[in-house]
T-cell receptor
Framework: DAKTTQPNSMESNEEEPVHLPCNHSTISGTDYIHWYRQLPSQGPEYVIH???SNVNNRMASLAIAEDRKSSTLILHRATLRDAAVYYCILRGSNYGGSQGNLIFGKGTKLSVKP | GAGVSQSPRYKVAKRGQDVALRCDPISGHVSLFWYQQALGQGPEFLTYFQNEAQLDKSGLPSDRFFAERPEGSVSTLKIQRTQQEDSAVYLC??????????????FGDGTRLSIL
């Protein structure tokens, strides 16, 4: 049980910002929010993670709602290479047993139009 | 730097044959995970190693599946007497030792297994 809800698919135009939503209403105080993406014919790739505060890195930004029941992955300028399935995953002691294996849902398939 | 390497990239086998899939994790990574990904689905956990110890094999679908990591680095996933439902992409991931269970996992590009 992934414990997160994401739209099945989204479309974006190249060079425009993309906001990918994720709902995680059952999140607990110690759970981290992680995002991975999977490009076609490749393994998943770590994107970003956060706990309470918004986070930025070279790939994306993560905006976390004040009540932590939802978050949004922001790609500031989508490129064709960003077309992938994006997975929102909760991590911490409540998930993945004692070793932290990832529990994937179906993710959001992002299409980027030139 | 070198990432996680998996081989072969593609494997076709006849039903009933045994197969072995190899994973070379990132050097120094203590944790190693195997996942199975069916077409159109997210990856699902199979088994976990910490160094050479297999600490969790709860995701292995049957006793035909066996994994090992004898020296704490390279790992092999073996499937005996393959069946058509074993057709999937098998992904390997490694990560640093992670007390808080949040370290990013680094994935290989997987082995696509097709059983005829």
């Amino acid at each position: 049980d992934a414990k997160t809800t994401q739209p099945n698919s989204m479309e974006s135009n190249e060079e425009e910002p993309v906001h990918l939503p994720c709902n995680h209403s059952t999140i607990s105080g110690t759970d981290y929010i992680h995002w991975y993406r999977q490009l076609p014919s490749q393994g998943p790739e770590y994107v970003i993670h956060g706990l309470t505060s918004n986070v930025n890195n070279r790939m994306a930004s993560l905006a976390i709602a004040e009540d932590r029941k939802s978050s949004t992955l922001i790609l500031h300028r989508a490129t064709l290479r960003d077309a992938a399935v994006y997975y929102c995953i909760l991590r911490g002691s409540n998930y993945g047993g004692s070793q932290g294996n990832l529990i994937f849902g179906k993710g959001t398939k992002l299409s980027v139009k030139p | 730097g070198a990432g996680v390497s998996q081989s072969p990239r593609y494997k076709v086998a006849k039903r009933g044959q045994d197969v072995a899939l190899r994973c070379d994790p990132i050097s120094g990574h203590v944790s190693l995970f195997w996942y199975q990904q069916a077409l159109g689905q997210g990856p699902e956990f199979l088994t976990y190693f910490q160094n050479e110890a297999q600490l969790d094999k709860s995701g292995l679908p049957s006793d035909r599946f066996f994994a090992e990591r004898p020296e704490g680095s390279v790992s092999t996933l073996k499937i005996q007497r393959t069946q058509q439902e074993d057709s999937a992409v098998y992904l390997c991931a490694s990560s640093k030792k992670d007390r808080d269970l949040i370290a990013p996992q680094h994935f290989g590009d997987g082995t696509r297994l097709s059983i005829l």
